[in-house]
Every structure is written in structure tokens, then in C-alpha cells.
């Protein structure tokens, strides 16, 4: 994660990103004063409004962003991409890679009450792999635990069916962090409401549509590693604003009423370039790019010549140019450009018309009707395309209207669905798409056995499967596994160079850019940050100056 003023920076540096508070205004003074005690901080968000506050259940990009604020999990990350100690303070692994044992801080309560010891870590594990939860993140994250073994009080092992060498960069997720052993013995509905971490606050009330009100844990005593500092948050309280509109966002931040809003959209972006009393924190998120995927499982795309001809027909370049103002680079990748194994092939998507025509031909689409549409025995070349309107940015709706518009030209007819993020998932769960967009967060390579091993075609009990792709291929599930059970830096590397070269040449995904991931903050804040696990903002270590 990097902060900085505006304007942009090349997004090819993101290797080299640095770990800084945001400050106001367009330098880092206000980096060394002295933190305010006390006041509430007003966050707007405007990705989708939780369902659930429990990040156990289901688990999408909204939970982790406000669940970071309450529940913690056993380890994180840093700026450099090093697991660091959180709940747990230290760690090993079983010579033959079947087990971690984990070493606990001692003296951390859940903010009920309860002790957070090994017996909460089972607790925690069991719960998210029971069915019944309706987890799919956090469910895929720990398919080869077994189960955790408490040796004493703060010593939890955790047991695994084969070695898994993402499972430390998997526990950095908001979607496995640790909640009260007695709060989850509630109700779902209730521990949806109110769920109970042992994090710098606490969720007091939550008004649908409208906000939640977090209020400080006087208690709090466990931070990251990497906090910038130890005891309770500065903050007395935050409230959690739901602003779906991005215009409506920023104009209540200009206008003082709120002081963070995410989901910066690009004209925005733009926007706050000029006004020296915001600055912005650009955080892309890990694991797999923003990128379409082809349903390779059905017809049409069940044939190659057909999914190459959409993929390298179409020209996505000058749209990203032009709709996102030079905030998004284009990728080449399945993976985000922040996770260091990513591969990018960018020849595998030069763009070529007439050669994309004469696949199309050879595929038998050769017949046209009335409205210009390649048919094949009096079939039209049509494609599905559902979108979900509280994942996709309007400047990425803009977009697959100009990919809409440039298929048109080879003869594909998009037919694009927007649709709730319900509608959505109930769209895909029914296998009723053949194009679609699919943003998945995960830290690590290890996401790319979520998407295209051929496992990810099975829904997890939540109902939800990954691998929207469809892609089955043994070699390429060989390579995922095993890299999952390598812990030799080099052969890992080299086996995910292989599986990413598999995915891109299948020809079942067309990369756009990186998960954007835009976080404005006001003048009188500082102290805010994006956690590098999954670049969700924390506030634990903001305060409130005015």
C-alpha cells in the first residue's frame, strides 16, 4: 500500500509500495503530530452493504472492509508482504507439513468477556467449516484443515489433510479472523448483527441502509505488529456511513460530513487532484485481477476458437484509457500486479479483428442475420453477460458497454444483465452466463486453485463456486496442487509460472486491470491506513484533529 498526494503514479511500481499513514493536504506533516484522543470519525463506504457483519458468513469485499475494525485474525502481513504476529505471537510447521502449531498472546479477551485462547481458535475453524455457516471465502481458504487441536491454552495446532504453503497467508484474511466462542453460539441472525472481536471496537447498533455505530474497546490491547502504536484506539467512536452514490460521497467529504469515503471512483479521482485538503491512499487489492472470464464449460465457449476470437477481437485498451483517466493500467495477468508471482503475457492478447473473424469461420459462425449477428444452423452468436451493480464501478459498467458495442463488430451479441449483488450470485449459482466479472480477493497465489482448479466448479456449501471459468484441466490442477504443498520458495514460484501460462493460453479469461481499491481522506484525519493483507482501511490508528 502506498499513500501519497495526488496525482497518480504508475501503477509499475506497485512492487515497491510503502507502508505511511495519510495525512491532509498534499505533504506528510501531519505524520508527526501528535495523535488526538478521542472524537468520532465518520467513514462513507459505497461498495455494498453487508449482509451479514460477520465476515465468517459468505465473505465478500465489504465484510473485510468493516469487519476489520472489530475482529483480528492470528497473523498478518506487512509492508513487504512478511507474515507478522497478531493473535499469534509465534509459529511453526511440522516437518512433514501436516500441522502449524500456533503460540497465542496471552491476556487478549473478546470484547464479551471471553477468553480468546486455543479453545476460541477451534471454535473458530469449526464454525467457519460447518455448512450451516454458509461460508465461501473463508470455507475455500481452509479446505485441508482437519481440524485444530488445542495442547493447552494458548497452544492451538492446527491439522491439515496435505501440506498447504498458503495456509499463513490465508489466516491474514478478515474472513478467518477470531470471534467470541460464545457470541457464535447465538443465532446467525443475532451474531449477524453484533458480531463480538477482540478488535479496537466494538458494533453497537447497526441501521439498515443507513449506518453502523462502532464505539471504542478500552480494553484493546492486541494490535499488529506493524501498528504504529499499542493500547486503545484514539478514536472514542466511528460511524459507518452506507453512500452508494459516489458523487454524493465525495460532496460529503468536501462538505465536512463525512472524513474517509472509498471506492474513489476515476472522474473523482480527478476531482480531488486539485484540492489540497484531501489526500488519497491507492491500496490494489491481492489476488486476482479485475478480469472477465469465459464460461468454458457450455456452448459457445465451450470452443476454443471461439473464446480466442472474443479475447483477442476485441479491444479493451483505448475504453480503460479513456473511461478511468490513467487511474488503472491494463494487466496481462490472472493475478493482481501486487502479488510478486504474477505472470503476464501480454502477446496472448494482441488485438486482431480479421484474425478473430476467420476463427469465428473455422468455428462455424458464418451465417448472419437481420441485425448484423453471426449465427451458426440459425443459432445466434449471443452471450450472457450478468453484472453485478454494487461490484462493478459505473466507469467498469461504461466499460463492458464498450466491450458490448466492440463484440458487436465480430458478430457476438453481449447481453448485458445488471443485476443486485444477490440476483447476481443467484445468476451464476444457476450457471445462467457466459461472460462475466468476478472480482475475488484472496492473499497470495494460492487464489489461483480457487478460480481454475477443476474443485472450484463444486459450490462451496454457501451455494457459491469460483471457478466461473469452468476450467478443467488435470495438468493444471497437478501444478496447483502441487504447489499448495511446496514450501520451497523456488519450485513454488516456478510451479504457479506454469499454471498462470496454462490459464492465460486456455484462453478462458481476459484481464482488465488491478482490483481498484481507492480510499479520499479529509484534512483533519490522520493515521488512516490500508492493512496489507487485503488492503482493507483500519482505524485503529487515526484520529480526528478538528
Known sequence: MRTRPLPFLALATVGALALAGCTAGADDAGDSAAPVEGGTLT????????TCLDPHVGGNYPQALISTQYAESLVSKDADGEIVPWLAESWTEASDGLSWTFTLKPDVTFTDGTPFDAAAVAANVAHVQDPSTLSSTGYLALAKVTGVEAVDDLT????????????LESLTQPWLAMESPEALQRPQEVNCESPVGTGPFVVDSWTKQEQVELSRNDDYSSPPADA???GPAHL???VWRFIPDSAARYAALQAGQVDVIDNAQPDTLVAAEKDDAISEIDAPRPGASNRLELNSGKAPFDD?????????GVDVDDAIDSLFFGTAERSYSALSSVEPLAYSDPSLFEVDADAAGDL??????????????RTKDGTRLSLTFPVSTNQSIPAEQSLFEQIQAGAKSLGFEVVLQPLDLSSWYGALATDDYDLVSAPYTKVGPDVLRILFDTSGITPAPSGYFANHAQLSDPALDDLLTRASQTSDADQRADLYQQAQQIVLESRTVLPLYDQQNHYLVGSSVTGVRALPPVQAVTLYDASVTG
Request: proline residues 4%; negative net charge; charged residues 35%.
Open 156 to 167: 492451538a495446532r492446527i491439522d491439515l489433510s496435505t501440506p498447504d504453503s498458503a495456509l
Open 43 to 50: 467513514y462513507a463506504t459505497g461498495d455494498a452493504e453487508p
Open 236 to 238: 472514542e467512536s466511528v
Open 304 to 312: 476454443e476458437r471461439v473464446r480466442e476470437a472474443f479475447v483477442t
Open 360 to 373: 469465428l469461420d473455422e468455428a462455424g459462425w458464418t451465417g448472419r442475420d437481420s441485425e448484423g449477428y
Open 228 to 230: 504504529d502504536h499499542t
